[in-house]
């Protein structure tokens, strides 16, 4: 596989440095690690890496400044992923940040990562173009997701997808068939509005309509 080219924002050294010593032996270019997020958008601007693992919370205030700073990072270099990854759901500016386009963005929870298998697959979805939602975080920003026209299944599924999921994936995790998802998912693109569109720009735009219709 293709190795990434990463920057990382985290104020606490010890998994700072865990992070880059993981990476790397996973054969991914670590550009920088910094501690603080006027550092992080300097080093971005510097390098224009592949994606940033972004802490939300660092200094000085140690509230959302990692937030803040990756709506900047999003202005301004939006091809750019940006991963969240934090211990805390921050509701303030993490919907602005989903809402405005949730392609190439992921949202983590540092607690319920189980292994680095599953945070560099979400590492590389978001590098990519791809979303990468904890479904803690779905929940806490967006209440459930709940659109007027689609079935509780059908939210199941459009959760799955805000997730970054693949059909394969979502019927593995609801314990279907994948031929079942793409029933739901061709439901889900009716119910919306979508039309027909290339690649998986439909996916995109039904995420951002659970992200703004919740």
Not at 23 to 47: C, F, N, P, S
Not at 66 to 76: E, I, K, P, Q, T
Not at 131 to 160: F, H, K, N, S, W
């Amino acid at each position: 596989m293709t190795a990434l080219r990463v920057v990382i924002a985290e104020d606490a050294a010890i998994l700072r440095d865990g992070l880059v010593q993981l990476l790397r032996m996973r054969g991914h270019a670590v550009l920088a690690a910094v501690a603080d997020a006027d550092a992080l958008v300097a080093t971005v601007a510097e390098h224009e890496p592949d994606v940033a693992v972004v802490d939300v919370r660092m200094p000085p205030t140690h509230t959302d400044e990692g937030l803040r700073a990756a709506l900047a990072l999003r202005r301004d270099h939006p091809s750019v992923g940006i991963l969240l990854f934090s211990q805390y759901v921050e509701t303030r500016y993490a919907a602005e940040l989903l809402a405005g386009s949730p392609a190439g963005v992921g949202y983590l929870l540092k607690e319920r990562v189980a292994d680095l298998a599953e945070f560099e697959s979400a590492l590389r979805r978001v590098a990519s173009g791809g979303t990468a939602l904890d479904p803690e975080v779905v929940a806490q920003l967006l209440g459930g997701g709940r659109l007027p026209g689609l079935t509780p299944r059908e939210r199941e599924v459009l959760g799955q997808m805000a997730e970054g999921r693949t059909n394969s994936a979502i019927a593995d995790a609801l314990t279907v068939s994948e031929r079942a998802v793409e029933k739901h998912v061709a439901n889900i693109f009716a119910k919306l509005g979508l039309p027909p569109a290339p690649g998986d720009h439909r996916r995109v735009l039904a995420v951002l309509r659970y992200l703004d219709g919740a």
